[in-house]
């Protein structure tokens, strides 16, 4: 692996150091109704169950609101499709704790499941739910009950579609810089969409889709990350196990440049072949100026990977990609990184093959990371999708 020169800035170094002693999150499922509170010690690196809150559906994504009053997930094993909202209590040093809401049908013609859900970091505090599986096409804007801490109130803002073969969008994000801006992963349909939000009444309007080059393969776009300055957005290939930074323009609502496509990184080790993978995420850590992503395998008997990138603090353009080593098992459906909001070299990882959920800290230097706790949530299959961190 070659390193290429890191322009990091003091800030950064100081902010990884901050830590707060004791941190809470919230762990989703696939086929068990369950939310699960866990709180992690960052001086004894302990890692503890301290609630298992039972759920009328599985969430196989969870997301909280921008004042982490409400969490919203989808409805993984419900069909006709449908999303749910719970309401996050602040609790004691046990943490924080849910109680259920609503459970609302996404509508459409659409025969996919609930695979995304996204909150709104403006007002109105509408949320945006996709599909996968089967006829994804469809996505919904809901509204919300502000009186009721962003209830999901039954109503339906907007219906739309992804007009490309096979679309089906696994993730979105928003634009750091520029309001009322959504970026959206396509897996399907092999392309970036970027979206237009209406300040008043959440829906979204399309102004571009970038279909990713078809002589370099399908790249399968999962999940997307975008930097605190606005110049790159990157984006998590499912199907290439890679990941490819995209330059974004300087126009109005920054949509990715269609020539500008030519970063790429693979998360797998040479030799390998991205068909028997499925990448899984990216995202930013703490401060912004490092990203976590992380692989998994089809075949359950073997690893996947995580791997942490350094990005130039002057533009986000990626410096290096720092390490990239194998998780315990091959992650099932998950191997969701989710990186800290307190420490750039502490991440959450989940794994559903036998149902765990481990932090991980980077080396000082980023050259390497370990797991410095591991916690068992073996739950007949269905644990763990997705980690938030509350605290």
Avoid at 80 to 86: G, K
Avoid at 233 to 249: D, F, G, H, P, T
């Amino acid at each position: 692996m070659i390193l290429m020169r890191l322009c990091l800035s003091p800030f950064v170094l100081w902010a990884s150091a901050i830590l707060a002693a004791t941190h809470h999150m919230l762990v989703g499922t696939f086929s068990t109704n369950s939310i699960y509170t866990l709180t992690f010690d960052d001086e004894t690196n302990q890692l503890t169950e301290v609630a298992n809150t039972s759920t009328p559906v599985g969430s196989s994504w969870l997301t909280l609101s921008k004042d982490k009053r409400t969490l919203y997930g989808t409805a993984w094993d419900v069909q006709p499709a449908a999303f749910v909202s719970y309401a996050v209590d602040e609790g004691d040093n046990q943490g924080p704790t849910v109680r259920h809401q609503a459970t609302v049908l996404a509508g459409g013609n659409c025969t996919g499941s609930a695979i995304s859900v996204l909150a709104a970091v403006d007002p109105p505090w509408t949320v945006y739910g996709n599909l996968y599986y089967r006829d994804a096409r469809c996505a919904t804007v809901f509204s919300v009950d502000a009186a009721n801490a962003g209830a999901l109130d039954g109503g339906i803002v907007q219906s739309y579609t992804y007009d490309l073969p096979g679309s089906a969008v696994h993730g979105m994000t928003w634009s750091a810089v520029v309001p009322n801006v959504v970026y959206s992963a396509d897996t399907g349909g092999n392309a970036v969409w970027t979206h237009a939000r209406d300040g008043t009444t959440g829906a979204l309007t399309p102004v571009d889709k970038l279909v990713l080059p078809a002589d370099r393969g399908h790249c399968g776009p999962r999940h997307l990350a975008a930097h605190r300055l606005g110049l790159y957005l990157y984006v998590v290939c499912e199907a290439s196990s890679k990941i490819i930074q995209l330059r974004l323009n300087e126009d109005e609502f920054a949509t990715p440049n269609a020539t500008a496509a030519d970063k790429e990184w693979p998360i797998l080790r040479d030799g390998e072949d991205a068909a028997d993978f499925w990448a899984d995420e990216v995202l930013m850590s703490a401060t912004g100026d490092f990203m976590w992503a992380s692989n998994r395998a089809h075949d359950t008997g073997r690893q996947g990977y995580v791997s942490v990138f350094a990005l130039q603090s002057e533009d986000g353009d990626v410096a290096a990609q720092m390490f990239l080593q194998t998780t315990a098992t091959s992650g099932g459906f998950a191997n969701a990184i989710a990186p800290s909001p307190f420490d750039d070299r502490v991440a959450a990882l989940t794994e559903n093959v036998t149902g765990s959920v481990e932090i991980w800290r980077a080396a000082d230097d980023y050259r390497s990371a370990s797991v410095v706790a591991h916690l068992d949530l073996p739950d007949g299959g269905g644990c763990c999708a997705n980690v938030v961190w509350y605290s």
